[in-house]
């Protein structure tokens, strides 16, 4: 790792901060970062899920008021997240580099689609009529999602934010607080097997780390400023960019 590169990640893992504070789309930075760098993609991957726990460590603390009285909703979809994120880690695991080479272009897009097509978070709830309790089916939901993001994982915050805003009755503040807190929970337990299991680039983990602390805390500052709109817009389309970059090397 040249000191060039070393900036570059911090750089990059700044960029992948503020894109997943305006569009939850972390990985469409950090993830060609870490390939440009020369690092083979499962090895990306992995470094990305275990750079990302440092963001999710200061979204939680940030998050802390919005969790009170939120610890029995909580438990079982802390469950679910420890079991989807474990289940994730074991798939990417098993499936050959070659394979994972393949997937990930289909993922990119329909993270980038999903980002494209979502309304915001506060319209999601406006006229939505909610039950008196939680649904039942709300574990199964986080635990699917989960997966997902121990595997890859971009766009997997939107999507359980999303889930959380339409079903559970709660305002963005605390539905955003607990899709920090879920999904935390995943990647960390998919970071710990990685690191456990499989070989991490610590070299390119550790900036990329630094970038996503600084971009996760001047993220919603920037957010605040900015045309949210039309900067999700610009993101959608580059990832959908890359989509279609990294799809023809992955089958040409």
């Known amino acids: 790792m040249t000191a060039l590169e ?39 991957n992995v470094t990305n899920t275990v750079a990302l726990v440092l963001n999710a460590v200061g979204s939680v603390s940030a998050s802390r008021p919005e969790l009170r009285g939120q610890g ?19 798939l990417l695991l098993l499936t050959p580099t070659e394979a994972f080479e393949r997937i990930v272009p289909w993922l990119i ?8 097509v979502q309304r915001p978070p506060r319209e999601l709830v406006e006229g939505v009529q909610h039950p008196a309790r939680d649904p039942r089916w709300l574990p199964l939901g986080t635990f699917a999602v989960c997966i997902y993001g121990g595997y890859f994982g971009a766009a997997a915050g939107v999507l359980l934010l999303a889930m959380y805003l339409l079903s559970t009755g709660e305002g963005l503040p605390r539905g955003n607080a607990m899709k920090n807190v879920v999904l935390g929970v995943a990647n960390g337990v998919a970071a ?12 390119a ?16 500052s920037v957010v605040r400023r900015a045309p949210a709109k039309a900067l999700r817009t610009v993101i959608a389309v580059a990832g959908l960019g890359l989509a279609v970059h990294l799809g023809i090397q992955a089958y040409s």
Request: proline share 6%; net charge positive; hydrophobic share 60%.
């Open 72 to 90: 029995r909703r909580l438990r079982p979809l802390l469950i679910a997240a420890v079991l989807g994120g474990a289940t994730g880690m074991a």
């Open 109 to 116: 897009a329909g993270a980038s689609a999903a980002i494209l």
């Open 192 to 203: 710990i097997g990685f690191i456990v299991l499989t070989d991490v680039a610590w070299s």
């Open 205 to 220: 983990a550790l900036p990329l780390a630094l970038g996503f602390l600084v971009g996760g805390r001047i993220g919603p």
């Open 6 to 44: 070393f900036g570059f990640l911090v750089l990059a893992g700044i960029g992948a901060g503020l894109t997943g504070s305006i569009a939850g789309l972390a990985s469409l930075v950090s993830y060609p970062a870490l390939l440009a760098t020369g690092i083979p993609p499962v090895t990306a």
